[in-house]
């Protein structure tokens, strides 16, 4: 019995992440309800603050998710090449949930924003991750990690919001390929 239980109360939590998932990424936080979290998800409103706590626990479940997908999408390479570092960072350009941090994004700028702090930790994941994904020697002369990984990461959320908006205007590979020769050779290659 209480492993039923369990399973149903498990099964309603991932529900209300995925329908808030998908509502947030197309219609940002503040204009998501809970009434519209719950008919997407076919649970009762009620199940939003029992299991998050309110709409802003809901928020950090869905980034804590979206962030995991994203690690699994690209594991740490395991090679000393730059190339499969880079084209993991590069591939977070098509990814569907780069949609949804761009949404909230938008919503996070704004002074007082209930989700602003939300996005910074987000931010502050995503420089990590990629920063660990980086070899140091594959920084061009005078670039600081931090420096590099945040022009890095913004280069990617850029491109997906122009190609999201303009697809029809914006040449992925075109883009990936002047990354990928913005970077520096790998040593012995110069």
Not at 61 to 73: H, I, K, R, S
Not at 104 to 111: C, F, Q
Not at 115 to 136: F, K
């Amino acid at each position: 019995m209480a492993t039923r239980r369990i399973q149903r109360t498990e099964e309603s939590r991932r529900l209300l992440v995925t329908a808030a998932t998908e509502l947030f990424a197309e219609k940002g936080y503040r204009r998501t309800s809970f009434i519209d979290i719950a008919e997407k998800a076919g649970i009762s409103r009620g199940s939003i603050p029992w299991h998050f706590g309110g709409k802003s626990g809901l928020l950090e479940a869905v980034l804590d998710e979206q962030m995991q997908a994203l690690l699994t999408a690209f594991p740490a390479p395991v090679g000393e090449g730059h190339g499969d570092a880079l084209e993991q960072v590069i591939g977070f350009i098509r990814l569907p949930a780069t949609r949804l941090f761009i949404t909230l994004l938008a919503e996070a700028v704004e002074v007082g924003s209930p989700i602003r702090e939300h996005h910074a930790r987000l931010h502050a994941a995503l420089r990590r991750e990629v920063q660990s994904r980086l070899p140091a020697w594959a920084l061009p002369p005078g670039a600081t990690p931090e420096a590099f990984t945040a022009l890095l990461v913004g280069a990617v959320i850029g491109v997906h919001a122009q190609w999201r908006v303009a697809p029809e205007a914006v040449d992925l590979e075109a883009v990936q390929a002047t990354i990928r020769a913005l970077l520096p050779v790998e040593p012995g290659q110069a």
